[in-house]
């Protein structure tokens, strides 16, 4: 499998705090992208990367901010946690774009009370 | 509309049994087609891509109709193991390069 790993697994916070959710790939892939997954909603795309210090946002970016420093890390910061994000985030890499495909983390279970 | 629409199931099914899902999209311009399989809280995977020919792996076959902007998922002779949510994916022809994904479909197999 791809070296693609999430940290933390499981999360638990309190509203208004501020949250950092990591990814980190060891595939050199280019392409990197961050996804929230809900009941009825499926995924849905909050940021994605096209290269270091290349980002955009996605159909869901507000109350989220992402950073790419390096090519192996892609941070997704949740600014001021609200309940509404209580979701399954899941990060995924692509080595050519889209059309190759994606694979994904193991996802991040985050919980806002 | 959704861009791309599913039907979310769930599909019970006997094992040994052939099932089909089918799923439509919106944008004309897609350029690449995927079904992911997705098992109960766990990450999606890769089942295959989807070819304009059609494909096949295993007891698996996947069609694309693009005048009709259709795309199906024929799984033969089911089993248990086959028992997740189906996810139909598109890449469309967009600066982010991005892909965009169905809402899934379920598939129980039963004994």
């Known amino acids: 499998d791809a070296g693609i790993t999430q940290s933390p697994r499981h999360k638990v916070t309190e509203t208004g705090t501020p949250v950092t959710l990591r990814c980190h790939q060891t595939e050199n892939h280019r392409y990197m992208y961050w996804y929230r997954q809900d009941p009825g909603h499926g995924l849905r795309l909050i940021h994605y990367?096209?290269?270091?210090?290349?980002?955009d946002k996605g159909e869901v970016s507000d109350g989220y901010s992402v950073s790419r420093s390096k090519t192996e890390d892609f941070l997704l910061t949740l600014e001021s946690a609200t309940s509404s994000q209580t979701s399954v985030y899941f990060c995924?890499?692509?080595?050519?774009?889209?059309?190759?495909?994606?694979?994904f983390g193991s996802g991040t279970r985050l919980t806002v009370v | 509309r959704k861009e791309v629409e599913q039907d979310p199931g769930p599909f019970n099914v006997p094992e040994g049994a052939t099932v089909a899902f089918n799923c439509t999209y919106s944008n004309s311009a897609s350029q690449s087609f995927f079904w992911y399989r997705q098992d109960c809280r766990k990450e999606p995977k890769l089942l295959m891509s989807?070819?304009?020919s059609g494909n096949e792996d295993g007891r698996f076959t996947a069609q694309l109709n693009r005048a009709s902007q259709y795309i199906s998922l024929l799984i033969r002779d089911s089993k248990l193991s086959d028992s997740a949510t189906y996810l139909c994916v598109v890449a469309g022809n967009n600066a982010g390069n991005m892909l965009t994904f169905g809402g899934g479909t379920r598939l129980m197999v039963k004994p």
């Open positions: 990367s096209y290269g270091v210090k290349d980002t």
């Open positions: 995924a890499i692509s080595e050519r774009g889209a059309v190759y495909g994606y694979t």
């Open positions: 989807v070819y304009s």
